[in-house]
T-cell receptor
């Protein structure tokens, strides 16, 4: 199972773009990259998933370079409500349920 | 859909007592997962089911823990006897089956969790 490394915490301000980078040096060919968001006292919530290049949805963008050894979650124009823990996960979609959830990145948005 | 439903939301019990946590997955989902989250160990997968059949229980800490899924709309996680170190938030999650083309993303939908305190 691929192990991921991401910053323990980050601070930013309302209206800014926030980029959280995740390192996954031993990602396998069949592995996808998935990001979840967790608010206090709630379960994690799926944000975005991708395999290569760029993926964008209504919430975020995911940038994956050609070597796929890292990925960057981009949150445009954050607000206070984006304060949460963000998890980067890597795994084969066929066996993706055996995921290793690290400590995640605690993002704090300030006014 | 109401999402994944878990009960109770909070449980306080004494060491040695039996604890039963309950989960109702999203209707139509093929997979059900039980997780445990603590500050020390983060989020850990305990067990998951596919079409009501346990597939991988390697994350279950010990024989005191057991999980069942008698039908597609209900699952339980039981701890007997409970110990203080079992105190944690227990999450249930469900997802669609990617293999049958039901979903493009391996997205797990989590319930609100049950906060268990064993005194």
């Amino acid at each position: 199972l691929a192990k991921t490394t991401q910053p323990i915490s980050m601070d930013s301000y309302e209206g800014q773009e926030v980029n959280i980078t995740c390192s996954h040096n031993n990602i396998a060919t069949n592995d996808y990259i998935t990001w979840y968001q967790q608010f206090p006292s709630q379960g994690p919530r799926f944000i975005i998933q991708g395999y290569k290049t760029k993926v964008t949805n209504e919430v975020a963008s995911l940038f994956i370079p050609a070597d796929r050894k890292s990925s960057t979650l981009s949150l445009p124009r954050v607000s206070l409500s984006d304060t949460a823990v963000y998890y980067c996960l890597v795994g084969d979609l066929d066996s993706n349920y055996q995921l290793i959830w690290g400590a995640g990145t605690k993002l704090i948005i300030k006014p | 859909d109401a999402g994944v439903i878990q009960s109770p939301r909070h449980e306080v019990t004494e060491m040695g007592q039996e604890v039963t946590l309950r989960c109702k997955p999203i209707s139509g989902h093929d997979y059900l997962f039980w997780y445990r989250q603590t500050m020390m160990r983060g989020l850990e997968l305990l067990i998951y089911f596919n079409n009501n059949v346990p597939i991988d229980d390697s994350g279950m800490p010990e024989d005191r823990f057991s999980a069942k899924m008698p039908n597609a709309s209900f699952s339980t996680l039981k701890i007997q006897p409970s110990e203080p170190r079992d105190s944690a938030v227990y999450f249930c999650a469900s997802s669609l089956d990617l293999g049958q083309g039901k979903s493009s993303y391996n997205e797990q939908f989590f319930g609100p969790g049950t906060r268990l305190t064993v005194l």
